[in-house]
């Protein structure tokens, strides 16, 4: 017996039928298309590790996606020209092409995030964040016009976490929280470390 993929406009008729809500035939739909394809962060295998590549395939196919983020712009929301400038910053030895294909990633991850049915986003950034310049004046500047832009689409939501909020949870480092169509809470966590991710 031979798996096949479901069509997207069964899928549709079947959520119709059994009166699905928009959102969730959405991304039922969405599902049905990628099922017969091939994970596309496979291409970028030299670029990223195993552990980044599962994280990518379920960012992806998550409804919901909650991160806090006390040092960085969150990867979803970087400009291509903050990508190169952190990327040389942390990772000096980098190779331009290898800077590059970085930017490819962020970019491709991007553009799937902001398809037909996206995710819905919410981003909590530590002020320092936004304080902290990363690059020269005008990527920097570049990326906080990009932030607003960001801000200003409907599925995603930015708030910035004043200093004035003193002490709170969020303070031992970043992490990622994603919600899929069939669960009612939070599916899990996600938190990098130095040797890799949790």
Not at 28 to 50: C, F, H, I, M, Q
Not at 98 to 124: A, K, N, T
Request: charged share 30%; proline share 5%.
């Amino acid at each position: 017996m031979t798996a096949q993929a479901i069509k997207v406009q069964t899928v549709r008729a079947l959520c119709q039928l059994y009166d699905v809500d928009e959102s969730k035939a959405g991304y039922l739909a969405k599902l049905a298309k990628e099922s017969n394809e091939r994970g596309w962060w496979t291409a970028y295998r030299e670029t990223v590790p195993d552990w980044f590549r599962q994280y990518i395939g379920l960012e992806a196919d998550a409804l919901d996606l909650w991160t806090y983020e006390p040092e960085y712009v969150p990867g979803l929301l970087q400009s291509a020209d903050y990508v190169r400038a952190a990327m040389r910053t942390n990772q000096p030895n980098m190779s331009s092409d290898e800077i590059e294909r970085q930017v490819l990633l962020r970019r491709e991850r991007q553009e799937r995030l902001d398809g037909d049915h996206p995710p819905r986003l919410h981003f909590y950034i530590n002020e320092a964040v936004i304080r902290r310049t990363v690059g020269e004046r005008e990527v920097w500047r570049g990326q906080l016009e990009h932030l607003l832009e960001s801000s200003k689409l409907d599925h995603v939501e930015l708030r910035i976490v004043p200093f004035s909020a003193g002490s709170h949870p969020g303070m031992s480092g970043a992490f990622v929280m994603m919600q899929f169509p069939e669960e009612a809470d939070p599916a899990f966590v996600y938190i990098e470390h130095e040797r890799g991710a949790i």
